[in-house]
RNA sequence: GCCGCCAUAGCUCAGCAGGUAGAGCGGCUGAUUUGUAAUCAGCAGGUCGGGAGUUCGACUCUCUCUGGCGGCUCCA
């Protein structure tokens, strides 16, 4: 006879548990895994999150909740938020809590509140720390909609989501001492599991609702220990160390000047790196059947007109008045593209009709987006618009993406897709659009990458594939794009004469593998730490004389490198050998190589790989097969 | 563009109740001739981001402009 007192659960290992009814999932977990029991921040009962503090009284399952699961990391993050709030409505007592969810890195809350200061970042702070200390539970309450309405009366963002809830469910809330929050939760069982939470930042957010108060952002990130979140704020001073602008600075790569607010000037250095990127794509260009062609920086207001970014992006052009006349620097390429296609009559032969160009493209970004090179005002596109009939478009995609990959397995990156779709300013019918998606979607399953669905976030002529790489500091940005195009071509006028003899209007795909030569480059320092493989390098190998008398030997055979094509320099004597060792490392040059009575005598280098320990000896020959060899291959060390 | 913060030598930074500035690195010169992450010495280099105001006097306080940083928004 089974004992009414008692249920059964079952654990995830698959072991039934016989506990008695009411317990909570606390005390079913620290039975089932008394070990781990510390780790458990919450549990799922029944495949549904709850405290720990839930009681169970029906058989069923039961799984932890730690925060190496995305939703127990998410209820840390979430308890964090919660915390924040309690914090600032403690020292600022009028402000308004409107809601706090965790994020990919982290959680926010946002208040209405006047706007905030570090004074009051600090306050925050230390109302946190001795929360932690008195470790004050997260108590779950439930009540009836009307006093859950009564209690938040006075907040009308929390009125709106006492509202959202679903008829007939209870509204629950927290209390955390004596801060109540509406919330769904669950949450850690009390702020002493919080000891490892870190305020980031704050800052004053624009809701998208224009009528709506502007709100302040207070950001962190939770992690369940404080040894958990010194070793966060480890990784992310490294992070900070390897940030590209200050990379750019130190290794002659670029510069900005207030004179020019969001457009680099390239130096030797860089400009080196950017003619290799140029090649790396200029070769796949070739092999692909593109062709390259050039089209006019500034173009009259009529042809922005015509492909509809005059009305979309007006306010983000450059506009210069000449003659009377308003002409705009180029945004994209793709009119000059179309009128290329429009030059002459086309054939059906013809396509797909590819072409690439990589020309400067100014975009009037609002000032507090600039951001080093990831976010310019001038950059270059490594573009190209395909001109293809509608049975071609797969193909061409399906193409394009095993490039990309090729591409950015070359420079050793993790990069993810997003198929974005239609947005709510769009130009064309829908049904083409719903086709459009299709086949961009039909492509990405083709291909088994796994991708990410953006609503609303295609171009407004088409759907696209957008690829992201990350920085650093994990912040996302969008490199290649792949943009499906029925608009332009019709507003164009552009026609090819089909095998049946008839005019039909062809499709442009627009895309970019790299994005622009300034992002990719700007993310690639930043993965790299300016250890850039030797085919990017500015300059591939350093001889070091060890004295005077060896100064001719090197510049010999640094000729003999040039002469491969290599980009090398001699460090003359006037250092110490083990300075120049230093300074070499500090550039980040792939190759030094040294030469001394030894190598001198016996015809070999001593060569140190960036990063070595210590050198190693080699016949001269020998090295110069091993360069071409690396470089050639474009191989990612040294 | 919005909120907050920041701006001192080429770079990284120190400085001051308001009395016109200093270090390290880098650069230049000289000495040293060096064997794998910093040889030594000397010198040059700044109207303290621009403008205005307060003051006997402003790098320092106030305002403003410009640029940058962290977010937000945006990203054809």
Redesign the pocket.
Known sequence: MPDASRITVIAPDGRRMSIPAGATAGEALAEWDPAHRGQFLAALVDGRPVDLSFRIDRDGTIAPLTFDDRAGRDILQHSSAHLVAKALTEILPGALPTHGPPTDDGFYYDFDVR????TDLDAVRTAMTESVRRAEPFLRREMPRADAERLFGANPYKLRYIADVPPGEPVSVYDTGSFVDLCRGPHVPDTGWLAGVHI???????P?DAAAR?L??I?GIGFPTAEGLRSYLKLRAEAEAR?H??LG??LGLFT?V?EA??CPLWLPHGMVVVRELERFVTEHLREAGYSEVRTPLLFAQSIYETSG?WD??RD??FLTVSEGRTFGWK??N?PGSMLIFRSRARSYRELPMRLAEFAPLH??????????MT?VREFVQDDAHLFVAEDQVEGEVATLLAWIARAFTTFRLDWTYDLSTRPEKYLGERETWDRAEATLERALKASGVAYRLSPG?G???GPKIDIHIKDS?G?KW?TG?I?LDYQMPARFGLQYQGSDGQLHTPIVV?RTILGSWERFFGVVLEHTGGRLPPWLSPVQVRVLP????HGGAARAFADELAHDGRRVEVSE???????R???A??DRIPY?V??????VADGTV?L?RR?A???VAMSRAEFRTLLADRVHRREFEP
């Open positions: 706007p905030l200061t570090p980031l930042g704050f800052s004053a957010i624009v998208s502007p302040q952002r950001r940030d602008r200050a600075q130190k900005f207030d607010p969001g970014h979309h992006y983000d052009m945004p994209m793709c975009r009037a970004e609002a000032s507090g987006t600039l951001h080093g976010r976030e171009a407004f002529y500091l912040r969008q794009t943009q627009h060890v004295t005077d008398a004597s006037t250092e110490s050998i083990g300075k060792v230093r300074s490392e500090v030094v040294v030469l001394g009575d030894r190598e001593a140190r990063g320990r210590e050198a």
